[in-house]
Nanobody, 121 residues
Framework: VQLQASGGGLVQAGDSLRLSCTAS????????MSWFRQAPGKEREFVAA????????YYADSVKGRFTISRDRAKNTVNLQMDSLKFEDTAVYYC???????????????WGQGTQVTVSS
């Protein structure tokens, strides 16, 4: 499977961005789709996840209340709506797909290529 992420860009603090990730192959109800991010010099960290079948969502504390993850079954796409962006949200954002929910990169077998999000203060 290939994951294609898009939607990154340069915005000001307080602005919004919407990231999308489309999977080339079929996504099953058992799959979990997630977003991670990695800032320069830092480890890749969990941002949000959604169970494809139940649409149950999970968020890192740092983005809770500002980011919303959703999925579009018909388009085989997972979206990340990012509102009230902060300077510290600046990072490369990656989408990932796994067989079970987890917050570590090793929990996910398939990864997209990453999309840059830059928030100016």
């Amino acid at each position: 499977v290939q994951l294609q992420a898009s939607g990154g860009g340069l915005v000001q603090a307080g602005d919004s961005l919407r990231l999308s990730c489309t999977a080339s192959g079929r996504t099953y109800s058992s799959h979990v789709m997630s977003w991670f991010r990695q800032a320069p010099g830092k480890e890749r960290e969990f941002v949000a996840a959604i169970r494809w079948g139940s649409e149950r969502t999970y968020y890192a504390d740092s983005v809770k209340g500002r980011f919303t993850i959703s999925r579009d079954r018909a388009k085989n796409t997972v979206n990340l709506q990012m509102d009230s962006l902060k300077f510290e949200d600046t990072a490369v954002y990656y989408c990932a797909r796994g067989q079970a929910y987890g917050t570590g990169p090793n929990d996910y077998a398939n990864w997209g290529q990453g999309t840059q999000v830059t928030v100016s203060s």
